[in-house]
């Protein structure tokens, strides 16, 4: 149990409590885009990347401290693998493509990661697909090419980042299924480990290491970023654990699909983006391709962790 929602799980008892920390959960994934967004303006990218990469593992250390678990990993070479591709590939071509797109898109982009789940499922594991999870596909396909408003060879360059970054991210749980890996903390913690020391590794390689950024840094800036980007991505991981337990992979991944939305309405109030009626009806037709994609997801093909 998270002791900050003990007085939550108390009055309202342990499944309603978990769908409390979910919606709280969503808020900080949905929020980190805009958060992002905004500190990139003012620190370079790879610098970003590998404080926030940084401080999710160390909040998620404490916490394993606090709770007493065991750091030992027999896999770390596993790991090692899985931090590369999940943590410092992936964030190195989301952040990049992050500068380029509006927070709007970028919410769209991660709306998509369900459909993506399911496809490397089918290629890579050999899973069989139902005749609605191939619908949902073609949906998911058709309200991507309705938001760029079928513009599919005038792409901004930082669409193709961010779709790379999903890829490689998705193609990291892919992995963690077919080595039968338990997701765990444990897990999650060396994966930021080697994934950080490969992001500080590039940042001092490209000059990137700009102390003076981060001294000038506004101080609500830093609260924003230590609140959403490391106690919230502890936050996310423990909660996501914790409810597959408690209600299932489904309700899980359903809660956490409302993360886009978030990213998405947040845009328009604290980023100033322009509504789109395109973008809206785009939305509107990936929440019918994921209510199609239950079955599939109830089978525990859905993958777990999220890269934003």
Sequence with gaps: MNYPLLFVHTI????????????LASFFWGSNVIVMKLLL??????????????FSFMFIAIYMKFKKFDFHYEHKKKALFIGILAIYLNFFFTFLGMNEVKGIDNAFMNALSPMLTFLFSVLLLRQRGSLK????????????????????????????????????????????????????????LYELLFGFLFLAIHCLWKGQFQYQALLKMPL???ILFLIISGIGFAFIQVTYMQSI???????????LSLNPI???????????????????????????AIYLMKNHKEKGTTLSHNNE
């Design 12 to 23: 309202l008892g342990d499944e309603m409590s978990i769908y409390i920390q979910l919606l």
């Design 41 to 54: 303006k003012e620190i370079p990218f790879l610098l970003l990347a590998s404080m926030r990469v940084f």
């Design 133 to 188: 999870e191939y619908i949902a596909l073609f949906l998911t396909v058709f309200a991507f090419l309705l938001s760029i408003r079928f513009r599919i060879f005038s792409i901004k360059l930082g669409f193709w980042y961010l779709f790379l970054g999903m890829i490689l991210y998705m193609l990291a749980n892919v992995m963690i299924q077919k080595w039968h890996l338990h997701n765990s903390l444990t897990l999650t």
């Design 220 to 222: 609500f800036h830093w």
């Design 245 to 255: 337990e408690k209600i299932g992979a489904f309700q899980t991944s359903f809660f």
């Design 262 to 288: 978030v990213t998405y309405v947040e845009s328009l109030i604290f980023l100033n983006e322009k509504f789109d009626w395109l973008h809206f009806i785009g939305f509107i037709i990936l929440a019918i």
